[in-house]
């Protein structure tokens, strides 16, 4: 058998590189290891996992699934032991969550625990989502405002997938890599090592029933995907919604594409449908490591100063140079500029043809 590295062997081979990885947060790296297949088991078991959980309309006002329950509790439980983490912040809590055996309290961690969970009655693969940051220095009470870090902050971020497969994609801030579980032995094995985002891409990922919706930019940017070769972009494109923002990162990883659910009209008091510190953050920084870009279309969603725990805000992320196009799409519109097909912003020997 080919040798194989766990995770235990990466984050120990992490420590002997320049700078060393923090110790601590190789063990806190372990701890959301662990809460991942205990959530991967809950999942797998679907329906027969549900008579143990009760539920109620969570913090962001949706109706919560037994499972989000099972999961957030499964990640509390496997948290609660680590000396190193201060406190936690979780889409199904309503604020911060301070860990009692926290010794050294170096950490705080941020988390969805179950991404994607309107498609658990679909069996369609779902995900927890987690961003690491240090905590304050000499912070001994937790505030919610010592979560409200820009995603440059974060130490490392992690996402999981509870699908035909269950894996775990990390980065330490050296570049982002998969695991995959042979859950034979228990263990999570590298098996996507380096993880890089194509550039260019010819498939885009966008929820079109909220087309009416949507800002000029993103409207156009769409407009000329479905115009293909007809169009100004001279190629054709394809489309997916997965409706899990942790299939549809993956995806992009893998083959590249862009992912975006855009400021929308449908709500406006909302800013956006996806969570910044829980899901836009890690997931921005994990795209980012991997070659990639992250917008909110106006400005790059790392820098993004956090107001509030459960904030919201307009994630367009994937291949760095589509992102690009629609950053250039949403300043033309933003400066006056008229984004229709006829405008010369659109012609053939526009800065825009592709
Ligand atoms: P749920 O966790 O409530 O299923 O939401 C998933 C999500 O936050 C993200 O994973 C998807 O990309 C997005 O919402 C799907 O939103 P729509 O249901 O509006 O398509």
Redesign the pocket.
């Known amino acids: 058998m080919a040798h194989r590295v766990t995770l235990s062997a990466f984050l120990l081979n992490e420590r002997r590189k320049t700078p060393a990885l923090d110790p601590a947060l190789a063990g806190l790296i372990k701890d959301i290891e662990v809460a991942c297949k205990y959530i991967a088991a809950a999942v797998s078991r679907g329906k027969l996992a549900e008579a143990k959980a009760s539920t109620r309309i969570n913090i ?1 006002g ?1 109706e919560q699934k037994p499972l ?1 329950v099972i999961a957030n509790e499964l990640v509390l439980q496997t948290c609660e032991s680590c000396e190193h983490l201060l406190g936690v912040v979780s889409e199904e809590l309503e604020g911060p969550y301070p860990i009692p055996e926290s010794r050294d309290g170096r950490y705080l961690l941020v988390y ?1 625990p ?6 658990l009655d679909l069996n369609v693969t ?1 995900g927890s989502i987690f961003s690491v940051l240090r905590a304050p220095e000499g912070v001994k009470e937790l505030k919610p405002e010592h979560f409200l870090q820009p995603g440059v902050s974060q130490v490392a971020a992690a996402f999981s997938l509870y699908g035909p497969s269950v894996m775990l994609v990390l980065t330490l801030g050296r570049g982002v890599h998969g695991f995959t579980l042979d859950r034979e032995v228990g263990t999570f094995f590298l098996t996507h090592p380096d993880l890089r985002i194509p550039e260019d891409t010819r498939e885009f990922a966008i ?1 079109a ?2 087309e009416r919706f949507w800002e000029p930019p993103v409207r156009h940017y769409v407009e000329e995907c479905k115009l293909g070769k007809s169009g100004p972009r001279g190629v054709d494109f394809n489309m997916r ?6 299939a ?1 990162v993956f995806r992009i990883l893998i083959r590249g594409g862009v ?1 975006l ?1 855009p400021r929308d009209t449908k709500d406006p008091s909302k800013g956006g ?3 910044l510190l829980y ?1 836009a953050n890690p997931m921005s920084l994990i795209v980012e490591q991997a070659g990639g870009a992250s917008s909110t279309g106006r400005e790059r969603i790392l820098e993004v100063q956090p107001t509030e725990l459960h904030q919201r805000i307009p994630v367009i992320l994937g291949s760095r140079n589509e992102v690009e196009r629609l950053v250039r799409y949403h300043q033309a519109y933003d400066r006056g500029e008229d984004l229709s097909f006829k405008s010369p912003l659109f012609a053939s020997r526009s800065i825009y043809k592709s």
């Open positions: 962001q949706e989000d969805d179950l991404d994607g969970s309107s498609n779902v929820n029933s909220n919604w997965v409706a899990s923002m942790v549809e992912f659910y449908r996806l969570r899901e």
